[in-house]
């Protein structure tokens, strides 16, 4: 269908009709025209596998049993993977499985900046780094959209909070915008195509992200050329003149007043008064039309999608296995020995939460999900005795009035500053009990494994975090379970960054993984056995302290109306490093049962771009994978820049012994920095050295490069 084509279905629609089709007339669609063969459009989140089927005009869940779904590591957990073609296939299960269940839009992935630890969202985004998102949102876009249903990037753009979500003002520089803010965006857009995009609930420079006129209008329909489909976050409308001329498409939010919504009657009156030129409903008319066309929806052979299929199980225990991060392992603590008939004591209730049902907009209803300990158990058999004892409980019940938080979050959750943890005294003796149970399990064990860390309490939509340590007593938990057995090995579940400081020193071994799908719990036990040898790598540091991240240092969070992003490019490790803070696992970070050994290191100028080649061997007696990464440094003597800058890496599997050359190419643009006056990305001095390592930090090889100055 050509566009003359789609302009013919526009002539042939009324107002009313164009009205229908752009603005929700269910929680989860808009409305077709039937007489024109013209469908709704079926949304649904999420990012971690397609939500429960809900009431049309409410929250409430339909409680059926035909919508168990596949459920995927979160974002956060894929993007430990450091895996492009995992997410590749990531996303073609989520893809499939929208498809499966009737959908044209899933909402994911959501790659906003993690800002600070504190934001409760960090479990949906993937990184503190542009780089970073970018080679791991792409594909991920890539692969829902082989099934005809599009993706929907989210949250466009600077939310990194949830606090006054709806309303906060957030004052971001322009070279921090562009340099870190913005580039996951615009590669999703321009490579990977992703057919839509959310609108933030946030304000940027005083207007909202949903009508903000620079964002949507200006960078991207101008300057990124996006003529897809510009969708609202639920709510986040509150301007019908600023919606109808600022490039928004699509209206959805939380309520059932579907003709009160600004692009609906409102929308009709102002045009019916000549106010608003009809010319603009035209125009948000045809995208979505061209969006219809794009997804085979307006005739044509359209893929059907399936969905809980074993295959799709089989990719996402590949995606957890190669998400789980090994941060400490001393004295080779890891992987477990674990001999017939011994006796091995699993403590911590995060070794038996489930966390599909949690979170917000990205709960899901899981097919199945293995926990932790059921993975440990599936594993080992009926010979080895595996005890559980919780420590420490969280004790709060999913009620029926929370799942449908999202019909009040506009007046209620989304002003809600933190989430605080309140424990009563009578809690307080029930963990005592608790910790004490589980000491005593711990003192007979010949081995034992404590899992800790966050759960969707914490890690949830709609508000953020008081602080970065572990809540419910844990880190008592954990010195008195250190205390009778100084080999215990420590896993962290959580979504964001957490405080490590009171055990990281003493434990001898500690693994991290996010949320990480249904089959989460089977590759953490592979991983603690030896069966999977891990190869995850942290995508956002793990600092020391609150107190040391640039966001609350240098800059505000959550701010009040405003906040002020004041540590500019400074996030992440371009503040850690740039500021010599000591941080406890930086980014970048994971090791392996085996080593890898770098050598070679040769750097071409070829004109173009530059090339890097090295060659990376495993010296150890168990094949692994390693993520190699190049770091380009610049000297920051013209321009202040960030120390390090994440521009290359690479994930290879090698068997023992082997040796293999690998190569990356480099191009102007990953030696720029975006320069203010000329509006433009800029390469500021001609001397750069390339950094190649196994992290930010433990760079391995160093070379120089010369670059020419300029405009790239
Ligand atoms: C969230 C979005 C989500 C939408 C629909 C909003 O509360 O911010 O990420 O896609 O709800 O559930």
Redesign the pocket.
Known sequence: MNRHEIDRIIEQLSLDEKIGMIHGQGIFHTKGVERLGVLPLWMS??PMGVRKELQDDNWKPKGTTDDFVSYLPSNSALACSWNPDLEKEAGHVLGEEARGRGKDVI?APGINIMRSPLCGRNFEYMSEDPYLIKKMAVPFIEGIQENDVAACV??FAVNNQETRRLSVDAQVDERALREIYLPGFEACVKEGKSLTI?GA?NKFRGQHCCHNHYLLEEILRGEWGFDGVVIS??GGVHDTLEAAENGLDIEMSVTDCFDDYFMAEPLKEKVKSGEISESLIDEKVRNILRLMERLHMLGGDRKKGVYNTRAHQETLLECARESVVLLKNEEHCLPLDVKEHSRIGVIGENAVKLHSSGGG?AAIKALYELSPLMGLKTILGGNVQVEYAPGYSSAKEQTEEKEEW?SD?LEDRAYKTVYQENHTEEEELKRGQLRKEAVELAKNCDKVILFCGLNHEFDA?GQDKSSMKLPYGQEELIEEVLNVNENTIIVIIAGSPVDMESFADRAKAIVYSSYNGMEGGRAMAEVLLGITNPSGKLPYTMPRRLEDCPAHKIGEFPGEETVDYKEGIFVGYRFYEKEKIPVRYCFGHGLSYTEFQYDDLHIENVGEHVEVFLTVKNTGTVAGKEVVQVYVEASGEKMERPPKELKGFLKSELQPQEERKISFILNREDFSYYNEEEKCFWVPEDQYSICVGSSVQDIRLRGQVSVSPGAV
């Open positions: 989140d999420g909402l989210k949250h959310m609930y976050d639920w907009s999202q979050s939509e």
